[in-house]
């Protein structure tokens, strides 16, 4: 049995800063339970590249990642975003062992105004503004279901005060990429820009 190829996919770390309490709120979306892959999970905004997302067949992968993460955006939260408020944090590529496999771009986006989230109510059926030590309690205490790329991703930004810092180790940290040595990640010939 040949190993499962995995799908180009882009994904949007939406955070705020918290107007309720000091530090970050990000944006995480349920998943319908029916969806076959991460049915019920609480995820970023985010979902595979389409063929229209490259813009030429000679269009990067990046450039088609970053069309795709502002559409799906969107699509899922009723949120416009612009490629330029994006900066590529991570490329996750699922085991090769899940029946389903996706090598997923990372990108983080700051708000620095008020938003409507508007869900689709058909592949995601809520939203909610979290802590990321609140969504990690309540994934801990089984309240709600999260990927670990999505956990991983919140411990991170746990660490940051506020957006204003986040985003400047966005900017500044290397890219994570998993696994680390994935043959699906390379920066250079993809089109990221350095």
Not at 85 to 96: I, N
Not at 162 to 167: I, K, Q
Request: with cysteine.
């Amino acid at each position: 049995m040949s190993e499962m190829t995995p799908v180009p996919a882009a994904t949007v770390v939406v955070a705020r800063d918290s107007a309720a309490e000091q530090g970050i709120e990000v944006l995480l979306l349920r998943r319908n339970s029916k969806l076959v892959f991460h049915g019920g999970h609480w995820v970023f905004p985010g979902g595979r590249i389409d063929a229209a997302d490259f813009e030429e067949p000679a269009g990067s992968e990046y450039a088609a990642a970053l069309r795709a993460a502002v559409r799906e955006t969107q699509e899922e939260a009723g949120l416009v975003i612009a490629p330029e408020q994006l900066v590529h944090t991570a490329h996750w590529t699922t085991p090769p062992s899940l029946p389903r496999r996706f090598c997923t771009w990372f990108f983080m986006c700051a708000l620095d105004r008020d938003v409507e989230i508007t869900v689709d109510n058909q592949e995601i059926l809520e939203h909610r503004w979290l802590s990321p030590s609140a969504a990690l309690r309540a994934a801990k205490a089984e309240e709600l279901v999260l990927p670990q790329p999505t956990k991983e991703t919140l411990k991170q930004i746990a660490e940051q005060s506020c957006v204003a810092d986040l985003m400047n180790w966005a900017r500044n940290a290397p890219v994570h990429v998993f696994p680390n040595d994935s043959e699906f990640y390379r920066p250079s010939e993809m089109g990221v820009l350095a």
